[in-house]
């Protein structure tokens, strides 16, 4: 990979494995990988817990001051903290999925994370991935990859990601859930889940992980000119 700070945007609906692939691609070309999901999950999260509805806009917007996020970088992952405290899985469930595509509509959230993530990446050679990551948070990006399958095998991905970790669902909710969000995120006035412009498609509903990445990594080389 060529020299400098390099920054890699990687976008697409949930579930079509964005954080899979910026984890192996950010351990492949020694990057720093940012999941900006989590810090929209973690805003959900502390919204959950102070027993707000995640349709209670003035709420959440007067509740932005309390919200005291920070990241820690760790073998080369962003780890997120709220108030202190690493989020882990309790931001990975339906409802945490839910919330985060609610507050990530509020313009107010959005101006609240997006100084955070863009210092990272002034700072540091990143992958980071989202739904506005190269229309929004890094227009600039090197590499802009917009990763996207077919509803039914993401819904099918999420489903079996949230069995193995113990999470009590069904197929079913999942794939209702992921409809839902799907509308929301791309239907957004404020930076929609949309393609930017020079981003370069990489459908993976066939593919497996290492399929993925090696799919992906074709793609930088080819932009980066390696």
Sequence with gaps: MAKGIINIAIDGPAGSGKSTLASALAKKYGLIYIDT???????????????????????IIA????????MRLENGKGIVLLGGVPVG???????????????????EVRDFLLEL????ARENSTVMD????????????????????GTEKRAHRRYLELKEKGQ???????????????????????????????????????????????????IIDGVLGK
């Design 168 to 218: 009590e669902t069904s197929y079913d909710e999942v794939l209702a859930d992921m409809l839902k969000r799907d509308e929301n995120d791309s239907g957004r006035k404020i930076a929609p889940a949309v393609p930017a412009d020079d981003a370069v498609f990489l459908d993976n509903s066939e593919l497996d992980a290492e399929g993925t990445l090696a799919a992906a990594c074709r």
């Design 117 to 120: 993530q863009r210092g990272i």
């Design 37 to 59: 999901g989590a810090l929209y999950r973690t805003v959900g999260l502390y919204i959950q817990r102070k027993g707000l509805d995640c349709g209670d806009t003035a709420g």
């Design 89 to 107: 899985d309790e931001i990975r469930t339906p409802r945490s999925s839910m919330y985060a595509s609610e507050v990530s509509k509020i313009p």
């Design 63 to 70: 509740s932005l001051p309390e919200i005291e996020i920070t």
């Design 130 to 149: 989202g739904r506005d990551i190269g229309t929004v948070i890094l227009p600039k990006a090197d590499v802009k990859l917009f990763l996207t399958a």
